[in-house]
């Protein structure tokens, strides 16, 4: 873990030498008194241009990563589906304003689960649905059971695991069993669903893939779970 | 077990590139969850002059739960028990996971400049507290050991008041 975060420091050092240099010039404008608007403005259009700095309109001020599926509360604020679902599973208020969350934006959200396009994508993974039909795991979440998948692979060779290991959705613990092909919430371990793995982005029409992590991908079959 | 998110490896980043001034907050060699943090008396508190150790741990669902945060260092606060556990809401029921290990430093710093008597962790120093606040104004220049002497004292005395006023 430790060696592969190394290796990506050196990749991609320079450029976030330079992110840095970028936030302590703006944290030091915030210093001075008399315009400091105007820097941080400057600073803003300088930050947007680069690629690899997610523009702060796009960010998810909780993952601080670029909105997955962006949800936008009544309040204005913004973040992705899952990570303000995490929120409404424990506050129920937005992370930001501390306003109300109507159970209806979590419950029914309006259709975003539309897969996003990744290059070199091979495999899908689908957890089963409440009444039928599979979800598809949100991407870093899919990304995180292919790296788990694919390690389990190479060391069964020689060792027995069980197949299981944790991640976490929403900031919920939840097991993950490559033996049984089923997940469960930590804490709820009777209400296990199936998962599955396949090969290639899965063609509409065999089984019903609904849309993403309880995103309906089309708002007329949006009715029944998530 | 699960890896370190992207969005602890962006904090910790930030925290050792961008610090905050007057806190200090380095990743255990261990656990890169664990935090050793020092933070600076803030100036005109009581407290100036003084260095504080504190940890920090940010547990599997951070930051959807929100970090444990406890003195190391004693210190005499009413919101701050012996044992160094902290009473501040957004440690507990006021959390939000928009909040950030620095966010939250910040508010600890500001806790010490300005205490909250009215809910105390400590109820004996929340007393002092209250009666003596200007005292605790005043001493700007005095050294934080000297302000313990006083409120202790004080606190002594006043219980030997309440003694002596049951036996008679």
């Known amino acids: 873990m430790a060696d592969s975060e190394n290796s990506k420091k050196g990749q991609y050092g320079d450029s976030k030498s330079l992110e840095e240099k970028e936030k302590k010039r703006k944290s030091e404008s915030l210093d001075k008194e008399g315009d400091r608007v105007v820097q941080v403005e400057k600073d803003l259009s300088k930050l947007k241009i680069k690629e690899d700095i997610v523009p702060f309109d796009m960010k998810c001020p909780i993952c601080q990563d670029k909105s997955r599926h962006p949800l936008t509360l009544p309040c204005g604020h913004t973040f992705c589906y899952l990570c303000i679902k995490g929120v409404y599973a424990r506050q129920k208020v937005c992370a930001l304003c501390r306003q109300a969350i109507p159970q209806h934006c979590i419950v029914s959200p309006p259709g975003t689960g539309e897969r996003e396009e990744e290059e070199g994508r091979k495999t899908c993974w689908y957890y089963e649905a409440k009444s039928g039909g599979w979800w598809e795991y949100e991407e870093r979440v899919r990304q995180e059971l292919e790296i788990h998948y694919q390690s389990l692979q190479i060391n069964n060779e020689d060792n027995q695991d069980d197949g299981q290991f944790v991640i976490y959705v929403s900031g919920f613990p939840y097991v993950v069993d490559f033996a049984k092909m089923i997940q469960y919430r930590q804490d709820k371990p009777n209400r296990s669903r199936r998962i599955k793995r396949e090969k290639g982005v899965a063609e509409e029409g065999e089984e019903l893939v609904r849309g993403v992590a309880g995103i309906p991908i089309a708002p007329s079959i949006r009715q029944d779970d998530n | ?168």
């Not at chain 2, 890896?3 to 060699?29: F, M």
């Not at chain 2, 606060?77 to 290990?101: E, F, M, V």
């Not at chain 2, 200007?134 to 219980?159: C, D, K, N, P």
């Open chain 2, 1 to 168: 077990m699960a890896g370190l998110p992207k969005r602890i490896l962006k904090e910790t980043q930030r925290l050792l590139t961008d610090p905050v001034q007057g806190i200090n907050a380095t990743p255990d060699e261990q656990n890169a969850r664990y935090f050793h943090v020092v933070v600076a008396g803030p100036k005109d508190s009581p407290f100036e002059g003084g260095t504080f150790k504190l940890e920090l741990f940010l547990p599997e669902e951070y930051p959807m739960a929100p970090p444990k945060v406890r003195f190391m260092t004693k210190i005499y606060h009413p919101n701050i028990d012996k044992l160094g556990r902290i009473c501040l809401d957004i440690l507990k029921d006021k959390w939000s996971p928009a909040l950030q290990i620095r966010t939250v430093l910040l508010s600890i710093q500001a806790l010490l400049s300005a205490p909250n008597p009215d809910d105390p962790l400590a109820n004996d120093v929340a007393d002092a507290w209250k009666t003596n606040e200007h005292l605790a104004i005043q001493t700007g220049e005095e050294s934080f050991l000297y302000m313990y002497f006083i409120f202790t004292s004080l606190l002594y005395f006043t219980r030997f008041c309440l003694l002596f006023n049951n036996f008679s």
